[in-house]
């Protein structure tokens, strides 16, 4: 029903920057929070950053500096502007919402497919 899309993943050079966009699509009355995970091949997926409705931000600790997270609430759309990437950001980054669909009083959270982000030495 509520549908998130990612893009902007690919390959770039240690140093190099990317920025990942996330557009929500569907029934959608609101959106509460939205944020960033990635998950590397055999490990936990972690959360990058997250911004609330009141544009509050959090970052881990490991891309404070180098990572800002922003949202377009008339887009519903989320973006990550990564910039000096480091090859231990390679993962697969999600997009994540809490949305609060007709009807309802409350927010589920849901999860987009991923996007591929590969930084080179």
């Known amino acids: 029903q509520v549908q998130l899309v990612e893009s902007g993943g690919g390959l770039v050079q240690a140093g190099g920057s990317l920025r990942l966009s996330c557009a929500a699509s569907?029934?959608?009355?609101?959106?509460?929070?939205m944020g960033w995970y990635r998950q590397a091949p055999g490990k936990q997926r972690e959360l990058v950053a997250d911004?609330?409705?009141?544009?509050?931000?959090n970052y881990a600790n490991s891309v404070k500096g180098r990572f800002t997270i922003s949202r377009d609430n008339a887009k519903n759309t989320v973006y990550l502007q990564m910039n000096s990437l480091k090859p231990e950001d390679t993962a697969v980054y999600y997009c994540?919402?809490?949305?609060?669909?007709?009807?309802?009083?409350?927010?589920?959270?849901?999860w987009g497919k991923g996007t591929l982000v590969t930084v080179s030495s």
């Open positions: 569907g029934g959608i009355a609101s959106i509460n929070a």
């Open positions: 994540n919402a809490v949305a609060v669909v007709p009807g309802k009083i409350y927010g589920i959270a849901y």
């Open positions: 911004i609330t409705s009141g544009a509050s931000t």
